[in-house]
């Protein structure tokens, strides 16, 4: 893991849009680029949703785990957030966990393979808790990611587990993604959770289409795009919480995430939260 880290130190592009910045910079944080900014004024020519995208993002990721937290999970793995700045102080993932936890503190673990992300938020979130680790993995590694040290030490893996999984977007291949579902599947005890995040253009006006598409592959080349039917495939064999799979607003509105409620669509994600049996 360390000598990735610096592989990626050294390959920190300030030129090139990220999704985890992009979304960072639409919900209004601070851990971005020029590019970021650049991107998001693209998307919105493009399709004027961005920043709703963005902050529906955050709301769907609040809401599910302050859902599980408030059902007794009190260990999460959150994969792919970007650890966002956009959200309020004392607004984290880990301090909505927190908040809505039953009995002990929850812990932790953000997983970003970002380097900015990753020393921002080193610098900012574990220097203050204890309760809090933050490690350089990527979901397209999976059997590396699940071995991380600190993955296995910071966490009791006897006991249930809330993976959620915000970096869909980088895996491409269907039969590795099954894969994925499959290793944090035997990874995990009974009682577990599994949250997936998935980008989709299925609410995009048809004319709309080829810009967007022609967009994404300049801003972000290789970003994984699925229809609802294909999102419904990786997730077959797997118990849904209700509301099943969803538009991300649709996810258990609560009235205090309530972006994109009004046109669920322009989230351009679908979410869904599977109990493992």
Same mark, same amino acid.
Do not use: C
């Given at each position: 893991?360390?000598?990735?880290?610096?592989?990626?130190?050294?390959?920190?592009?300030?030129?090139?849009?990220?999704?985890?910045?992009?979304l960072?910079?639409?919900?209004?944080?601070?851990?971005?680029?020029?590019?970021?900014r650049?991107?998001?004024?693209?998307?919105? @020519?493009?399709?004027?949703?961005?920043?709703?995208?963005a902050?529906?993002?955050?709301?769907?990721l609040?809401?599910?785990?302050?859902?599980?937290?408030?059902?007794?999970?009190?260990?999460?793995v959150?994969?792919?957030?970007?650890?966002?700045?956009?959200?309020?102080?004392?607004?984290?993932?880990?301090?909505?966990?927190?908040?809505?936890?039953?009995?002990?503190?929850?812990?932790?673990?953000?997983?970003?393979?970002?380097?900015?992300?990753?020393?921002?938020?080193?610098?900012?979130? #574990?220097?203050v808790t204890?309760?809090?680790?933050?490690?350089?993995?990527?979901?397209r590694?999976?059997? #590396?990611?699940l071995?991380?040290?600190?993955?296995?030490?910071?966490?009791?893996?006897?006991?249930p587990?809330?993976?959620?999984?915000?970096?869909?977007?980088?895996?491409?291949?269907?039969?590795?993604?099954?894969?994925?579902?499959?290793?944090?599947?035997?990874?995990?005890?009974?009682?577990s959770?599994?949250?997936?995040?998935?980008?989709?253009?299925?609410?995009?006006?048809?004319?709309?289409?080829?810009?967007?598409?022609?967009?994404?592959?300049?801003?972000l080349?290789?970003?994984?795009?699925?229809?609802?039917? #294909?999102? #419904?495939?990786?997730?077959?064999?797997?118990?849904?919480?209700?509301?099943? @799979?969803?538009?991300?607003?649709?996810?258990?509105?609560?009235?205090?995430?309530a972006?994109?409620?009004?046109?669920?669509?322009?989230?351009g994600?679908?979410?869904?939260?599977?109990?493992?049996?």
């Amino acid at each position: 893991m360390r000598q990735r880290a610096i592989r990626n130190l050294a390959k920190l592009d300030m030129t090139q849009a990220r999704i985890t910045r992009i979304l960072d910079a639409a919900a209004g944080g601070k851990n971005h680029f020029e590019a970021d900014r650049d991107a998001v004024r693209r998307y919105d @020519l493009a399709a004027p949703v961005t920043t709703t995208a963005a902050r529906a993002v955050l709301g769907y990721l609040r809401r599910v785990v302050r859902h599980l937290a408030g059902a007794g999970v009190d260990q999460f793995v959150i994969v792919g957030s970007g650890v966002p700045s956009g959200l309020p102080p004392g607004g984290q993932l880990h301090d909505v966990a927190r908040d809505a936890a039953r009995v002990s503190a929850p812990r932790v673990v953000y997983v970003e393979n970002d380097p900015m992300v990753l020393a921002g938020a080193r610098a900012t979130i #574990e220097p203050v808790t204890d309760l809090v680790r933050v490690v350089e993995g990527d979901i397209r590694e999976i059997d #590396e990611l699940l071995d991380d040290r600190v993955l296995q030490t910071f966490l009791d893996w006897d006991r249930p587990v809330a993976v959620l999984l915000l970096s869909t977007h980088s895996l491409n291949d269907d039969e590795y993604f099954h894969y994925v579902i499959k290793r944090i599947r035997q990874a995990v005890q009974e009682g577990s959770y599994l949250s997936l995040l998935q980008t989709t253009f299925d609410a995009i006006p048809p004319e709309l289409l080829p810009a967007v598409h022609d967009l994404l592959a300049m801003t972000l080349p290789g970003h994984a795009i699925r229809t609802r039917e #294909e999102v #419904e495939a990786l997730l077959r064999g797997l118990v849904l919480v209700d509301p099943g @799979l969803v538009w991300i607003p649709d996810w258990r509105p609560d009235g205090q995430d309530a972006e994109g409620a009004e046109q669920p669509g322009a989230s351009g994600g679908y979410g869904a939260v599977a109990r493992i049996p």
